[in-house]
């Protein structure tokens, strides 16, 4: 079975990537939260992780590629209503799991306060490289440019010094938690820059490939890609690739909870 995954990825024994045993440790956040962590290689066998968190798999998964920092107050504010009783609810009533970048900003802020003020259960999962965010027990130092967001239930760690190097690690342990393809499995770009691009680039254009859901009217990249798929008309390149190889949707940010909530139902066949 391996080999033929090696054939269908391209790889030879070489490529395949590590396996490892993974210790998992507690995060106390001062408020009380106690999520779950690990810390890993950049480049590893996702199912080590899966293993060492004890996260089920497979298991219908959404990534979440979107803005952190560069979310403005207009684009929050709009963003709240159908994230927390959209997105936010749907992962919940369907237990589907969500990674994301795990900061305390952006839409992964607004997940990770949905998740709190509902009581929800639904696994949330932060992925990021460990030398640039903070969180308790860490001696801060400018180099950290985010801090995690306590009310995520499991984080992945990183190897990296820059944001995006975690990027080829989220995305496969994506499609490894939903099974290598078995379960229904999805991106959502909300806002987002220059990695967001790159990320949705990677995704539509090389395997694994994820299917893109994009929230149009979140600012940034994601508005970028909705009027480039308007227009039919860019010369970015990258956006190019994106709309004419990739399998990709969009739905307007103010449409509400309620479309959001349908659409997922329809897609995920729930």
């Known amino acids: 079975m391996f080999s033929f995954i090696r054939r269908f990825f391209g790889m030879n024994q070489d490529d395949a990537p590590p396996t490892a045993a993974l210790e998992a440790f507690t995060v ?9 962590a690990v810390k890993t290689p950049a480049r590893i066998d996702p199912q080590s992780i899966i293993d060492a968190l004890g996260l089920e798999s497979p298991t219908p998964t959404i990534f979440v590629s979107g803005g952190a920092g560069g979310m403005d107050l207009d684009s929050m504010t709009s963003s709240r209503s159908t994230i927390e009783d959209g997105l936010a609810w749907f992962l919940n009533e369907y237990q589907v799991t969500l990674l994301d970048g795990g900061t305390s900003t ?11 003020r509902r009581h929800y259960t639904f696994p949330l999962i932060g992925v990021a490289p460990d030398q640039v965010i903070w969180m308790p027990g860490k001696e801060r130092g400018e180099e950290q440019l985010a801090d995690l967001d306590a009310f995520h239930s499991h984080f992945v760690l990183t190897d990296g010094s ?7 690690l989220l995305i496969n342990l994506a499609y490894r938690l ?4 078995a379960r229904p499995r999805l991106c959502i770009v909300v806002n987002g820059g220059q990695i967001v691009k790159r990320e949705v680039h990677r995704m539509t254009t090389r395997e694994p490939r994820f299917p893109i859901l994009v929230l149009e009217g979140t600012g940034r990249f994601a508005d970028e890609l909705a009027a480039a798929n308007r227009s039919k008309s860019t010369d970015d390149p990258l956006i190019h690739d994106i709309l004419s190889k990739g399998n990709v949707h969009f739905l307007h940010i103010k449409a509400g909870a309620e479309p959001l909530r349908n659409w997922l139902e329809n897609y995920c066949g729930f």
């Not at 106390?28 to 779950?36: A, C, D, E, L, M």
């Not at 839409?107 to 709190?116: C, E, S, T, Y």
């Not at 939903?178 to 393809?181: A, E, F, L």
């Open 178 to 181: 939903c099974g290598r393809g």
């Open 106 to 116: 952006g839409v992964m802020q607004l997940i990770g306060i949905a998740r709190q």
């Open 162 to 168: 820059d944001f995006g190097a975690e990027s080829e």
């Open 28 to 36: 106390y956040f001062p408020n009380g939260q106690t999520p779950r």
